[in-house]
T-cell receptor
Framework: DGGITQSPKYLFRKEGQNVTLSCEQN?????MYWYRQDPGQGLRLIYY???????QKGDIAEGYSVSREKKESFPLTVTSAQKNPTAFYLC?????????FGEGSWLTVV | KQEVTQIPAALSVPEGENLVLNCSFT??????LQWFRQDPGKGLTSLLL?????REQTSGRLNASLDKSSGRSTLYIAASQPGDSATYLC?????????FGKGTMLLVSP
């Protein structure tokens, strides 16, 4: 079945470390997105990519980096520059008017 | 910059009640508006999508309306059930991004 796979589901990061969250889709969608969700809050856009080898900053890109070397993959790196990274991260892809979400990744700083 | 506001932030009702969730947005230049459901610790499930040219959409006990000129949408849930308990998110699709509200947390008690 087609869909979006995020991994890992749960991740713990020590302060000062970079970590990478994986997002893979087999829907053949051009556009992919990363959102961050804090408890009791809506989703805030980190980065998005509308085509391979191109991506744009969203509203809260500081401390994050992405790459889009393949159509099906859009990994998100949470760098040590992100001072408050503990959150729920959601990856999504859009085709036309339809948006598909992954199941999310929980990142906790320890 | 598009801003999306949802009222109320939380709602608790007894089973069987009809209820209305509200969503407002600041920029009426949208392609569509979507309502999502999110269960705790999970990704998002699309409930209803209303194109900018449409006034409403219905699915089962759910009815969503859109008044683009006034920047408002409502989600009506008929005969609420405990299984409806979740967070409901409203999102508007602009040129390249999807902007979310903070959500309404709904609790339906038996």
């Amino acid at each position: 079945d087609g869909g979006i796979t995020q991994s890992p589901k749960y991740l713990f990061r020590k302060e000062g470390q970079n970590v990478t969250l994986s997002c893979e889709q087999n829907l053949n969608h051009d556009a992919m997105y990363w959102y961050r969700q804090d408890p009791g809050q809506g989703l805030r856009l980190i980065y998005y990519s509308q085509i391979v080898n191109d991506f744009q900053k969203g509203d809260i890109a500081e401390g994050y980096s992405v790459s889009r070397e393949k159509k099906e993959s859009f990994p998100l790196t949470v760098t040590s520059a992100q001072k408050n990274p503990t959150a729920f991260y959601l990856c999504a892809s859009i085709a036309g008017n339809t948006i598909y979400f992954g199941e999310g990744s929980w990142l906790t700083v320890v | 910059k598009q801003e999306v506001t949802q009222i109320p932030a939380a709602l608790s009702v007894p089973e069987g009640e009809n209820l209305v969730l509200n969503c407002s947005f600041t920029d009426s230049a949208i392609y569509n508006l979507q309502w999502f459901r999110q269960d705790p610790g999970k990704g998002l499930t699309s409930l209803l999508l209303i194109q900018s040219s449409q006034r409403e959409q219905t699915s089962g006990r759910l009815n969503a309306s859109l008044d683009k000129s006034s920047g408002r949408s409502t989600l009506y849930i008929a005969a609420s059930q405990p299984g409806d308990s979740a967070t409901y998110l409203c999102a508007v699709m602009g040129y390249s991004t999807l902007t979310f509200g903070k959500g309404t947390m709904l609790l339906v008690s038996p």
